[in-house]
């Protein structure tokens, strides 16, 4: 009988836990929608029978993840797609009773347009808007980039250094004037550039994605300890921004190099707080837990861990906080951030 493929229901059924925990109120402000990706699909009943599994999770923020684009019409109204696609679950969501809500959405736009062609960029923001019905929160046009994209498995190549592009600076800013968070995912090499991109656009509200993504596979392989040293020098130097905020997850995704989406079998929330602990902790020391928020990036980090596991390992990683920081950690920070 062959093993269960990882990442498969089958394959997390190998490894279930008890919940902890199970009242405490939770936003989850990171997660997909798709069809065909890694994984298969991952559409409203498939998120539900995730967040139904026993943690108490209220509310969740789709973040953009480029699915459901419009195939004809003007280039730079085609994310537009996603967000039609995404608004409509997110009103079926808030009609169904004890279910999770998909109470913010995060959509994609081309912010290098404020310099060419704002004019381009406003309509697109306008048309999220009111596609979003009440829900747009912000954008996130990704700088992730790296020279050896093909030894990723998840690989975008932004633009070289689009975070020191004025074009970019300047659509950060009428963000900020709209009242709009920028998120971001990059890679570890980058965590500078971001850095700059902080200090030099303060008005705007800056959400880090998945620990600026220290990577463990390639060409970055067998270099942790070497890529963990600089990321805190890097972390620390980014909490002295008081614009930005981070997102504690996204560490169990393939390219960070754990090894779990190849395993015969998932981990369990002790060996994740084992090895994973070192960059949460000091995450919060940095930053304090009222700019921290716990995200599942499901389903991309499903492709190692179950749901409940997950949380339940950000449960235990965060059992010597006060109730206050608890709060702030798994609920409070995320609904300040995106006013959910």
Not at 136 to 150: L, N, Q, S, T, Y
Request: charge should be negative; aromatic fraction near 10%.
């Amino acid at each position: 009988m062959s093993r269960p493929q990882p990442g498969t229901q089958a394959w997390l059924d190998q490894h279930v836990e008890e919940i902890l925990e199970p009242d405490r109120p939770i936003i989850d402000p990171h997660h997909h929608l798709w069809k065909k990706r890694p994984g298969g699909d991952y559409l409203l009943e498939n998120l539900w029978a995730d967040t139904d599994s026993g943690h108490n999770i209220v509310k969740t923020l789709f973040m953009e993840c480029r699915a459901f684009y419009l195939r004809e019409g003007p280039e730079h109204l085609r994310p537009t797609g996603e967000t039609l696609y995404v608004s409509e679950q997110a009103r079926l969501s808030s009609e169904a009773e004890g279910k999770a809500e998909i109470a913010g959405i995060i959509a994609f736009a081309d912010l290098t347009l404020a310099e060419t062609a704002p004019e381009l960029l406003e309509e697109v923001l306008a048309r999220h808007e009111e596609i979003c019905n009440g829900r747009f929160r912000g954008i996130r046009h990704a700088g992730a980039r790296d020279k050896h994209p093909e030894q990723l498995s998840i690989a975008l190549q932004a633009p070289p250094y689009l975070y020191g592009k004025e074009s970019f600076r300047q659509g950060l800013r009428l963000l900020a004037s709209k009242g709009l968070t920028y998120d971001t995912w990059h890679y570890h090499h980058q965590n500078q550039d971001f850095i700059e991109l902080a200090q030099a656009v303060p008005e705007c509200t800056l959400v880090l994605d998945h620990f600026g993504t220290p990577l463990g596979v390639g060409l970055y392989r067998g270099c942790r300890d070497e890529i963990f040293r600089q990321w805190q020098q890097d972390m620390k130097a980014l909490s002295r921004c008081e614009n930005v905020y981070v997102k504690l997850g996204g560490l169990a995704m393939p390219d960070n190099g754990f090894g779990w989406d190849q395993a015969d079998k998932p981990p369990g929330s002790d060996e994740i707080v084992a090895t994973q602990e070192q960059y949460y902790r000091h995450m919060i020391d940095c930053f304090g837990s009222q700019r921290c928020m716990f995200e599942s990036n499901f389903p991309v980090d499903r492709l190692s861990v179950s749901y409940g596991v997950l949380w339940n390992a950000f449960k235990k990683m965060a059992a010597h906080y006060s109730e206050t920081e608890k709060q702030a950690l798994f609920y409070g920070t995320a609904a300040k951030v995106y006013r959910v």
